[in-house]
């Protein structure tokens, strides 16, 4: 597998569910990243990790929990969401946190909240 | 904070037609310009960027993009267009003073080009 990989691709869950979404890179990167992709609304980055530490969070509620336990793996776990919280969720990862590194994206997980 | 305004949501044009997409940010100092692109059923992938030097950036597959400072300004241009460009294309900005680091995209543009 290379590049950035994300499972589950797509997740169906209950406003009252635990569910967590991976992802994983294969690129030797030190820098992680979550975004949220809304219909007709730019992507909103959530959280940052950069050797592991993280050094960004974007005021995301806090039934978003992130994880990163090293450089290649990075976990968002969920909990209680809401129906607005439906999204795609993508995950990317650079070289570095620096702005003018180019961020490589995974393929994303669909989630849908009942 | 920073912003960054795609003034196209959704763009129909036919092969062999030029392309320019419109992309404006609003942030005053020094700033960090790319372009992505996701293809139907890809990833989001990096088309061109800009960082200094020639504000001219050339990117994959033939696009362009021209850094207007005054304007703030950072346009995608493709001469002729091919049915295989139909995408999403989406412009963002990283500011490199400030607390507005971080990488801020624009709402998008879908492209469809017709055979």
């Known amino acids: 597998e290379t590049g950035v990989t994300q499972t589950p691709r797509h997740l169906v869950m209950g406003m009252t569910n635990k569910k967590s979404l991976k992802c994983e890179q294969h690129?030797?990167?030190?820098?992680m990243y979550w975004y949220k992709q809304s219909a007709k609304k730019p992507l909103e980055l959530m959280f940052v990790?950069?050797?592991?530490?993280?050094?960004e969070n974007n005021s995301v509620p806090s039934r978003f929990s992130p994880e990163c336990p090293n450089s290649s793996h990075l976990f968002l776990h969920l909990h209680t969401l809401q129906p607005e919280d439906s999204a795609l969720y993508l995950c990317?990862?650079?070289?570095?946190?620096?702005?003018?590194?180019?961020?490589?994206f995974g393929p994303g997980t669909r989630l849908t909240v009942l | 904070a920073q912003s960054v305004s795609q003034h196209n949501h959704h763009v129909i044009l036919s092969e062999a037609a030029s392309l320019e997409l419109g992309c404006n940010y609003s942030?005053?100092?020094?700033?960090?310009l790319f372009w992505y692109v996701q293809y139907p059923g890809q990833h989001l992938q990096l088309l061109l960027k800009?960082?200094?030097?020639?504000?001219l950036v050339k990117g994959i597959k033939g696009f362009e993009a021209e850094f207007i400072k005054s304007k703030f300004s950072f346009n995608l241009r493709k001469p002729s267009l091919q049915w295989s460009d139909t995408a999403e294309y989406f412009c963002?900005?990283?500011?490199?003073?400030?607390?507005?680091?971080?990488?801020?995209f624009g709402s998008g543009t879908q492209l469809t080009v017709l055979p």
């Open positions: 800009y960082f200094s030097g020639d504000p």
């Open positions: 990790y950069n050797f592991k530490e993280q050094t």
């Open positions: 942030y005053g100092g020094t700033v960090n």
């Open positions: 963002a900005v990283n500011a490199l003073s400030g607390s507005a680091r971080q990488l801020t």
């Open positions: 990317a990862s650079s070289q570095g946190a620096a702005s003018y590194n180019e961020q490589f």
């Open positions: 690129l030797g990167h030190n820098a």
